[in-house]
């Protein structure tokens, strides 16, 4: 079946970088769309960047924009997020997703596989 599993996750200051990786298996990881997405407590879940992972093509929220940058080693069947310049309000779980009939995308509900979810804190 479908596992996705996250790694990376971690305690870092405020202009600091880190980068979160998500490990695919139990399909041909280009059949999907993938996806990064974070939930802060007391918020709802949000897509941060998505990549169509046939061509490469990503997809960025706004509040992550020329900050993270949304890769892929497709041999590894491996997700990955890079994050620079981070803010105490990029603070939340990060989840990585497999789906999308539409690519890329950042809604929730277009994804059908979610991994357990790696916790990102930003300290100001």
């Known amino acids: 079946q479908v596992q996705l599993v996250e790694s990376g996750g971690g305690s870092v200051q405020a202009g600091g970088s880190l980068r979160l990786s998500c490990a695919a298996s139990?399909?041909?990881?280009?059949?999907?769309?993938m996806g990064w997405f974070r939930q802060a407590p007391g918020k709802e879940r949000e897509g941060v960047a998505s990549?169509?992972?046939?061509?490469?093509?990503?997809y960025y929220a706004d509040s992550v924009k020329g900050r993270f940058t949304i890769s892929q080693d497709n041999a590894k069947s491996t997700l990955y997020l890079q994050m620079n310049s981070l803010k105490p309000e990029d603070t939340a779980m990060y989840y990585c997703?497999?789906?999308?009939?539409?690519?890329?995308?950042?809604?929730?509900?277009?994804?059908?596989?979610w991994g357990q979810g790696t916790q990102l804190t930003v300290s100001s």
């Open positions: 139990g399909y041909t990881y280009s059949t999907y769309c």
């Open positions: 997703a497999a789906g999308g009939a539409s690519c890329p995308v950042l809604l929730n509900d277009q994804y059908n596989y």
């Open positions: 990549i169509y992972t046939k061509v490469g093509s990503t």
